[in-house]
């Protein structure tokens, strides 16, 4: 099989230094851009707990929604496969960062999808498919902690 590269760009501005150089830890600025050609723009900053301001999103954040992102499209896709009807999607994703071998890392991200399904579908094979989902999950292969789901799945209530 033929597979070619993909490339993903992104152009990141510190936008702090409006506030001055970064000179003392305690004291600069930690918000920048995130910009992406033909998106709109993300600004960011630093953790709360690393003296960042708690109202913009921070890399962690990002990193657990893009493994639930990743999850979700890719349970869609399978569930696309296999015939099953998917009516409804919702996680409540968390990541716990944690000191390992004296670095803080995510120790472990933690998938929770409630999916709905249409009446009839088969729950344990669209239980299953969540681990058929996170194996073909290009982000959750491409980090060096586990990430686990705790999935669960109901037929929509007949209208």
Request: hydrophobic share 45%; with cysteine; proline share 4%.
């Amino acid at each position: 099989m033929n597979v070619r590269p993909h490339r993903y760009d992104a152009h990141l501005r510190w936008t702090g230094a409006r506030n001055g150089a970064a000179v003392e830890y305690k004291t600069y600025s930690r918000e920048y851009v995130l910009d992406i050609a033909g998106k709109p723009s993300l600004t960011g900053s630093a953790d709360v707990h690393f003296r960042g301001d708690a109202a913009l999103h921070n890399p962690e954040d990002l990193l657990v929604g893009a493994l639930a992102a990743c999850h979700l499209l890719s349970y869609l896709a399978e569930c696309a496969r296999a015939g099953i009807a998917v009516v409804a999607y919702t996680d409540e994703a968390y990541g716990e960062m944690t000191l390992i071998a004296g670095k803080m890392r995510f120790r472990e991200v933690v998938l929770q999808p409630r999916v709905v399904v249409a009446a009839g579908t088969d729950l344990d094979a669209a239980l299953r498919l969540h681990e058929r989902a996170h194996g073909e999950c290009f982000i959750a292969n491409s980090v060096n902690f586990p990430v686990r789901h705790a999935a669960q799945v109901h037929v929509a209530a007949p209208a």
